[in-house]
């Protein structure tokens, strides 16, 4: 196995990634809340974590991911309340609108996606162990955490206290909880909202039950990797943490802890009050899949990062740069050892990066300074060169990279033909080949060193 560094969460060092079983990971990333489109905050995330199991398996590791759909909540509850649409066709709509763009974004590493109002059974039986372990109790609203009973309450956020930037949306305030802080772990049956016939009572389950519950039932009281945007780690993650390690006497709920970082859209922290909010359908409306995903991942996972217009092109041209680069490579040449000893470098030396703690700015930085390289070069890029790109292309995903280069020589002889009819002045048939590549999806880029080309991508 490669060896892998994590910046872990739970004890805010990097550490060595070591799983508990050597040649498996067991990964959980919380999925969404389905009561409206999904924004490009979680396109950030997921795209961030589809690359983290990608890459994990490139390492040799066979990756268990799992997500799940909160499709039992409250916010589902009252937007069902404002549509008029019962809780169930609300939740089943943005579940599946939440699928399309995950696909259309490129994250396909999940492989499994478990529903909340599924696992109904595992959640009552979880909330069973808490109370006949002292660490639950009884109001007339249903049931809730007692966070006296667990010391430990804080160790992976270092707080215990609500701060204003905290992702809290549900909201649990009884007047007659025992402390503050304590949350609902079932919620009592009320008038027009969905309930289960239960050895608790009637009622629903709290938030936060839901994905402990989850986790338990496919990998047990404790796995590797648990991941989310930052915002979550208080209370969300706390909660988790409390009721999963309360419930089974067994700690750590998960060995790491990795967080992503937020992102800002022109300027301003997403929010629908306000009206910034882009969903991933606008921004696709925006740009094409590889420019999103290149932005997201041309950026440290745990860092912030802005989207705007400007991010986007930058993204664009990066993405172009090493396409252009795929197109000069001839698979046919027979490569020189300086030339399979330059990218056989590079392609280790991208792999320290990303072993540090997934550097992909850092791996990206090695790739474009072997371009730089391997373009001052007399001899052409061959077969070394088109392995390097087809083995971060299939980590990345953000190429559009021909299955072979030499499928493109015919649009690169148009393009010289074009070329020499310009310098004869031939501009009637010049301009006729132009019109013929864009009817190809041929985008072109006239430029004192001479004419640029890449196929422009719709999806």
């Not at 590493?109 to 372990?133: G, M, S």
């Not at 009572?201 to 938030?207: E, I, K």
């Not at 391997?374 to 021909?402: S, Y």
Request: aromatic share 10%; with cysteine; hydrophobic share 35%.
């Amino acid at each position: 196995m490669m060896s892998i560094k994590v910046h872990n969460t739970l004890t805010g060092q990097v550490e060595e990634f070591r799983p508990e079983r050597e040649a498996e990971v067991r990964m959980f990333v919380c999925g969404p809340t389905v009561y409206g489109p999904s924004h490009v905050g979680h396109a950030k995330t997921y795209t961030q974590f589809d690359f983290v199991a990608r890459y994990l398996e490139a390492s040799g590791y066979k990756v268990t991911y799992l997500q799940n759909i909160t499709d039992v909540d409250d916010k589902i509850i009252r937007r069902s309340a404002e549509q008029g649409v019962p809780p169930e066709g609300i939740a089943a709509l943005f579940e599946k609108q939440y699928l399309e763009d995950m696909a259309a974004l490129g994250n396909t590493r999940v492989d499994v996606h478990a529903r909340a109002h599924d696992h109904i059974d595992a959640i009552v039986d979880q909330i069973k162990r808490l109370i006949e372990r002292g660490h639950a109790y009884q109001l007339d609203d249903g049931w809730y955490f007692d966070l006296a009973s667990f010391p430990a309450y804080g160790k992976l956020s270092g707080r215990t206290d609500l701060r204003p930037e905290d992702s809290v949306s549900r909201i649990d305030d009884s007047s007659k909880k025992r402390n503050p802080g304590d949350f609902a772990l079932w919620k009592g049956r009320k008038d027009g909202e969905p309930f289960w016939e239960t050895d608790l009572g009637p009622g629903r389950p709290g938030w936060h039950i839901e994905d402990t519950a989850i986790t338990e039932t496919f990998f047990g009281p404790s796995y590797d990797l648990h991941g989310g945007a930052v915002d979550l780690i208080f209370p969300h993650h706390e909660a988790e943490v409390a009721q999963m390690e309360a419930a089974s006497g067994i700690e750590p709920l998960a060995r790491y802890w990795m967080h992503t970082g937020l992102l800002r859209v022109d300027g301003e922290k997403m929010s629908k009050s306000t009206g910034n909010f882009l969903t991933i359908r606008d921004a696709l409306a925006r740009t094409d899949f590889r420019t999103l995903r290149h932005a997201f991942l041309s950026q440290h996972y745990r860092s912030s990062m802005e989207l705007n217009d400007s991010t986007l092109e930058q993204a664009r041209g990066a993405r172009r740069r090493i396409e252009n680069f795929a197109r000069t490579i001839d698979p046919a040449h027979t490569d020189s050892q300086a030339n399979t000893a330059r990218a056989t470098d590079a392609w280790k030396e991208m792999r320290e990066r990303l072993d540090d703690d997934f550097n992909t700015p850092g791996a990206l930085a090695v790739l474009f300074q072997y371009i730089r390289e391997q373009n001052r070069m007399e001899e052409p890029a061959g077969p070394a060169a088109l392995r390097l790109i087809e083995d971060v292309n299939n980590l990345f995903g953000t190429f559009d990279i021909p299955e072979s280069a030499q499928s493109d020589a015919a649009l690169d002889e148009l393009v010289k033909e074009r070329d020499r009819l310009r310098a004869a002045k031939k501009f009637a048939e010049a301009d006729a080949i132009r019109d013929q590549l864009t009817q190809q999806g041929v985008v072109l880029e006239d430029s004192p060193e001479g004419t640029r080309w890449w196929k422009e991508t719709t999806s």
